[in-house]
């Protein structure tokens, strides 16, 4: 029942059933389990409580005259003068005007003086009298006035065409007609365990809550179920891994390691080892390895990744070396470059600015196993890549690649290892609900020479002036601007608009420029450029954001430093503080206060990755810090795992009981639960295989 087409239900319709396709509402269960994205308090007596409601106004009372206005423009307005508690308001309602009929003439002819209606919009005080902006009116013998006044009312994110007091009608007819339908999906004893809803009267509470208790269990209930369903589908996923036994092997023989190390010049630190012996200890085991590298800015995570290239190459394997921009890729290419110079090893770079007749080469040669590391953008899981035998995929900055895209990868070979490396710190709860498939290391200690980059709030000729002083010791600096190009929309520092005065204002200094839209061949060369010190200062937009590695670049400044987030700030402040001398960022911005004010005193005053991603995340959320969905590939409806992080503990406890007594939730009490993860977590999403 659950399952038939929305059309059936009443109030929807063939045309309108095509709307509701748009939000991914097909059928009677897609409808009932799209949750509301927050809730209106229209009771008339509210008790006190610290649940967020929406804002709104409510008015009731008495017409005492109305009328309409006409207007020279398209916009029709329509006043009704109301009587309520002994003050009279203007209510206004707006509408477009339509050639095809008057949009006021149903109102017209249902309204008459003295009737008692009920509205709903935002009051405005006037001089005079008030003003009621009307959203929504009802009037006393109207069905929907229980649905949608002098209750909690559910407010949902809509496609044009429908709005919230149609889709709440249809939800309410929906619910009444198969609410009876819907089965528990949990064992009695879980239910009874975490105190949760039964899941007919939670589907019930989420949509038309009787009060703000019901409403928070309801939420409840659906929170710690959407993150235990993520919980067993991880734990399906890591069992399913190490089900699969691979072909391949590798022997650390060391022909390669030893002279990557003395290339090196340094010495890894301690963290550094034990990640490339836990990589190692993957590698050499029977199942694919699948495992994450994170480390804050700085740490190292580049050359712990050559390492297990190295271990790949050494035993005749190939592996992939996959960036997310271009510019990532290339610093990439010359890293390798600089430390595999004497080496016998073929590299070569494959992004979307390879001209074609390079594209068609590094295919052949690929193909015929004639190259030993491809490095490259997502260039790298084109169709027309073809490996003889590869066995290695490094994923850089992870969080910018979700689950299908990992898999996509995997296809380029057979039972593939596969490491993923993200410079973003990651909380250990954040870390199993985005990546639950792969084991983690972490580095946790910087080398011994680098020393944290010392940041200021400064205006830009204070800036200018320092970076001068440090200039004439020898060093390089960046001045990294927010826009390419000058915006009518924002008043903000431009790079191809300055950097003619930047060359002015810094005359004795070479002057360098590199941007995204810039030809590959053109931004290695000023890299390398940078690199050999034939440039003094490079100015940039985002884009040297990741990767740029150049040990004398010890000074930054970043105008309208208010234009970037807090990641982006501490990912641009890793370029400097590569080398043994220290290091400066200069933050130029006229901001005082607000949240732009917050991020660049949170940079000033921390060097530390993680405080600083918690203090995004509190700023601006989880989704927005890791740049992509919420969750990758997983859209949760409605937790969130940094506010939700003691129900996901609990949900992780919970996945492990269930499939350690029921491996495959085969059991009677546990197949309505294995219904619902295969639809998600198997059709729908294709992470597991439950079939």
Not at 65 to 79: G, M, P, V
Not at 559 to 565: D, K, L, W
Not at 652 to 660: G, I, L, N, R, S
Request: proline share 3%.
């Amino acid at each position: 029942m659950l399952k038939s087409d929305i059309q059936y239900v009443k109030g929807v319709g063939p045309k309108r059933a095509l709307i509701l396709g748009k939000i991914d509402i097909h059928s009677i269960y897609d409808l009932l389990f799209y949750f509301p994205r927050g809730y209106e308090d229209r009771r008339t007596q509210t008790e006190k409580n610290e649940f967020e409601f929406i804002e709104t106004d409510i008015l009731s009372g008495s017409v005492v005259d109305y009328f309409e206005i006409y207007t020279s423009s398209s916009l029709r307005i329509f006043k009704i003068i109301v009587s309520s508690s002994g003050r009279e308001f203007e209510c206004l309602i707006f509408r477009k005007a339509s050639r095809k009929y008057d949009v006021f003439e149903p109102l017209k002819k249902k309204i008459k003086k003295g009737d008692e209606i009920f509205l709903v919009g935002s009051v405005e005080n006037d001089f005079f009298k008030p003003k009621f902006n009307v959203e929504e009116i009802y009037f006393k013998s109207d069905d929907e006035l229980k649905i949608n006044f002098n209750r909690i009312v559910p407010v949902y994110l809509l496609t044009s065409n429908i709005d919230n007091k149609t889709f709440r009608k249809i939800v309410f007819s929906a619910l009444n007609d198969n609410v009876d339908y819907i089965n528990e999906i949990f064992p009695y004893d879980l239910t009874i365990k975490r105190n949760l809803l039964p899941r007919k009267i939670a589907v019930e509470q989420i949509h038309f809550p009787k009060d703000v208790s019901m409403l928070l269990r309801a939420r409840h209930r659906f929170i710690y179920e959407e993150l235990l369903l993520m919980a067993l589908a991880w734990n399906f996923k890591k069992r399913e891994t190490k089900r699969i036994k691979k072909n391949h092997s590798y022997t650390v023989n060391r022909n390669l390691l030893t002279p990557f190390k003395k290339n090196m010049g340094f010495e890894f630190t301690g963290s550094q080892k034990k990640a490339i012996n836990e990589i190692f200890r993957d590698m050499q085991s029977s199942h694919p390895m699948t495992r994450l590298l994170a480390g804050d800015v700085g740490s190292g995570k580049t050359v712990v990744a050559i390492s297990a290239c190295l271990l790949a190459v050494e035993n005749s394997h190939q592996c992939c070396f996959m960036a997310p921009t271009e510019i990532l890729a290339e610093q990439h290419y010359i890293t390798f470059k600089k430390f595999l110079s004497n080496l016998d090893i073929r590299y070569e770079l494959l992004t979307s600015s390879t001209p074609k007749s390079k594209k068609r080469d590094i295919e052949k040669r690929l193909e015929n196993g004639d190259i030993d590391i491809l490095i490259g953008t997502h260039s790298v899981i084109g169709d027309n890549i073809k490996f003889k035998d590869l066995t290695l995929i490094v994923v850089d900055e992870q969080h910018r690649f979700g689950v299908r895209q990992r898999a996509t990868l995997r296809q380029k070979g057979e039972n593939i290892d596969m490491l993923v490396m993200t410079a973003t710190p990651i909380p250990r709860t954040l870390f199993l609900a985005l990546y639950g498939d792969l084991e983690l290391s972490t580095l946790s200690d910087m080398p011994r020479d680098r020393k944290p980059v010392k940041t200021f709030h400064l205006l830009e000729e204070d800036a200018f002036k320092k970076t001068k002083e440090y200039l004439k010791k020898g060093v390089q600096a960046y001045i990294v601007f927010p826009l390419i190009d000058e915006s009518d929309k924002v008043e903000v520092k431009s790079l191809l608009v300055e950097v003619e005065r930047i060359k002015k204002e810094f005359y004795d200094y070479r002057v360098g420029i590199i941007y995204g839209r810039m030809k590959s061949s053109d931004k290695q060369k000023v890299m390398q450029d940078f690199l050999d010190k034939k440039i003094d200062i490079l100015c940039a937009t985002q884009v040297i954001e990741v990767g740029i590695d150049v040990a004398n670049a010890c000074v930054m400044i970043i105008e309208s430093a208010e234009r970037f987030g807090i990641a982006s700030l501490h990912q641009l402040r890793g370029r400097v503080g590569r080398g043994a001398r220290e290091s400066f960022c200069f933050l130029v911005s006229n901001v005082k206060s607000g949240d732009a004010y917050e991020r660049i005193k949170a940079i000033c005053e921390t060097t530390n990755g993680f405080e600083l991603a918690q203090k995004d995340a509190y700023l601006r959320g989880v989704g927005e810090v890791l740049g992509v969905r919420q969750h990758g590939d997983m859209e949760l409806k409605i937790a969130s795992v940094a506010r939700d992080k003691e129900i996901f503990e609990q949900a992780m406890v919970d996945a492990e009981e269930v499939t350690k007594d029921d491996p495959l939730l085969s059991k009677k009490e546990h197949q309505s639960l294995r219904n619902v993860l295969n639809e998600i977590y198997g059709k729908s999403l294709k992470l597991i295989d439950l079939n």
